[in-house]
Structure formats: C-alpha cells, structure tokens
C-alpha cells in the first residue's frame, strides 16, 4: 500500500473516530473497523485471491477502501451495502480520493431487500452493520456464494447479544469452519473450501 493511501486511511480513520465522540445518534455515527481488523481482512482476502465480495455496512468507505486494495492485484470487485444515502455520499468521495471507485458498487437501500437482488456468485462476505438481521441475510446469500468462500462478521466481542443469532447460525453450518479472533471489536471468520 502506498503512502498516500496510507495517509487517507489514516485522515478517513481519524475522521471516523472524532465524528463518533461528537455524534449523540447511531446513524450520524461512522462506527469504522478497527485498524487492526482492517489490516487482518486485508491479509485475508489478499492471501485467498478473493475477486467477488459483497460488504453490508459501507459507511464511509473506511473498510470499503480496505476491501477494495486487497481485491484490486485479483482484478476483484465488491458490492457495498448501506441504507443511509448520505454516508454513500461521503463513501463514493472517499473512494474517489483513494482511486478505487472503479472496483466498488455502491447499492443504498435496505440491505436484505439488497441481498435478495445480488446474483453471486461471491466469495467474500463481510458484515458490518446492523447484527440482529445478519442471520436473515447470511441465509439469503448463502446459495449466491462460491463453493470457496470467506465470511467475516464484525463487532463479536464489543456486541454479542446482538450478534449471538448469527453466530449460532454460522456455526451450525456443518460445511464451514469458523472461529473467533479477538483483534479489535471481535471478527468472526468463516470459511468453506
């Protein structure tokens, strides 16, 4: 990665965080990966080759310019998913800024209404939005995704009543491994080969 997209990481991040401490509403909130999260998805999807990727949860493209660089050497794109318009705004900007709106469509809307319209097939899934409805949308992907597949859920550790349904779910699924990393709020990281 370059300086210059290191430094707009580093500007949208910081951004992120002072917006968060002022905001008293969840929606004004940016609520962005931790960096060390980033940084592990990024290897991650780097290191699979993953080239089709759907991300619910696009705020201000914090993650969305992760996701996209990874897929970038892959000749990869990625979907992402966010109801708030004005977030999309500022994500196409930022995306703009980094070079990378090329390999993101940015879908505005209810994101399981979304989910239901994607055709697949993917081979990343990374959720980050709203925790009680991933159960709902993990089981409308499931038959869009490749046979080799990555899903990454955020916010385990920081949130788990909320995400408790999805975890339940995602280990049931007999032909996936899963597991817990604790780096920053918590990823879980499920993969079927």
């Known amino acids: 990665m370059d300086q210059r997209l290191r430094e707009l990481l580093q500007e949208i991040e910081e951004h992120g965080r002072e917006n968060d401490a002022r905001a008293t509403e969840r929606p004004r909130k940016m609520l962005n990966l931790e960096p060390a999260s980033a940084q592990l998805l ?17 705020s201000n493209a914090y993650s969305t310019i992760w996701l996209a ?67 709902e949308q993990i089981q ?17 550790l920081s949130h788990p009543e909320e995400i408790a349904e999805y975890l339940k779910l995602i280990s049931s699924l007999a032909d996936f491994q899963h597991t817990i990393v604790p780096v920053g709020k918590g990823l879980s990281i499920a993969y079927r080969g």
């Open 42 to 58: 990024s290897i991650l999807v780097r290191a699979s080759g993953v080239t089709r990727a759907v991300e619910i949860g696009t």
């Open 69 to 135: 660089w990874s897929l970038a050497p892959a000749g990869g794109r990625i979907v992402s998913i966010d109801r708030n318009p004005d977030k999309h705004a500022l994500a196409r900007e930022n995306l703009r800024r980094a070079d990378l709106l090329d390999r993101v469509e940015l879908r505005t809307g209810d994101a399981s209404e979304i989910a239901r319209q994607l055709t697949g097939p993917f081979d990343l899934v990374f959720l980050d939005a709203d925790r009680r409805s991933f159960p």
């Open 140 to 156: 409308i992907l499931l038959p869009k995704l490749a046979q080799k597949v990555l899903v990454v859920a955020d916010n385990v």
